[in-house]
């Protein structure tokens, strides 16, 4: 049996502009890499609600999960939760459970609950809640698809909440050997490495360091025997 696969739908005019950097994809797929759910794709869209149903509905039907990042918050221009019911056939509308958790969480702060905080309470039908133990209001689940916050520590607090609750596969290992070779002197036998052992996913990654040029050949898989055995013909080869 393969893994489950994911993606990731990075939302926001604010990573494609270059003003904010993601980070959100980064910390998913070490994430999913450890508990074996496979990250296959990572898609960045505007603030533009067609687009985003439109991913939704692409990425949803091809992969395990969907994870989505961004625009779950109070302002006219976070408008993911509407997409993602749409795309998912959902109606939405304020929640009771999200706004008496909102509700509370604003009477500690001493903050009015306005009408602009109460967006954060909008949730498809038939949805889950996903935990935020950050800043208290929620993201949720719907189908296959996970929608959280863009705000990393909120994102990454999400994601602890959703983790446990999927299924995964074998953890993906992987190891490396550094050599100080071009791709192109070592390109044809890496290649018949990698068709030796076509369970393997098997790349080459070079760097330049100090003038000198160089690369990282890396070798992925979920069998550690098969991962020895190539590493270990792989080192004979380029050691």
Do not use: C, W
């Not at 980070?23 to 890499?33: C, D, I, K, P, V």
């Not at 692409?58 to 989505?68: D, G, I």
């Amino acid at each position: 049996m393969t893994n489950p696969t994911a993606a990731i739908l990075v939302i926001g005019d604010e990573i494609l502009s270059g003003r904010t950097r993601d980070s959100n994809m980064h910390f998913l797929a070490g994430e999913l890499t450890r508990i074996g759910i496979t990250l296959r794709e990572a898609r960045v869209v505007a603030d533009i609600h067609a687009e985003i149903v439109e991913a939704v509905r692409a990425l949803s039907s091809k992969y395990t999960h969907v994870f989505t990042s961004g625009g779950i918050g109070p302002t006219h221009d976070d408008i993911t939760a509407d997409a993602v019911a749409e795309a998912m056939g959902a109606k939405i509308g304020h929640r009771a459970d999200a706004m008496a958790l909102l509700q509370a969480h604003y009477d500690r702060s001493g903050l009015p609950f306005n009408e602009a905080r109460q967006r954060m309470a909008r949730i498809p039908d038939g949805a889950t809640l996903i935990d935020n133990p950050v800043s208290t209001a929620p993201g949720f689940t719907i189908g296959n698809v996970h929608v959280m916050a863009g705000v990393p520590k909120i994102f990454e607090a999400m994601v602890a909440s959703v983790l446990p609750k999927l299924t995964g596969g074998p953890p993906l290992l992987s190891q490396t050997l550094r050599v100080e070779r071009g791709e192109g002197e070592i390109a044809a036998q890496f290649g018949a490495l990698a068709a030796e052992f076509p369970e393997l996913s098997m790349g080459s990654y070079p760097f330049i360091q100090n003038g000198a040029h160089g690369t990282n050949l890396v070798v992925r898989g979920t069998d550690p025997a098969k991962l020895d055995a190539a590493m270990v013909k792989l080192t004979r080869m380029f050691g």
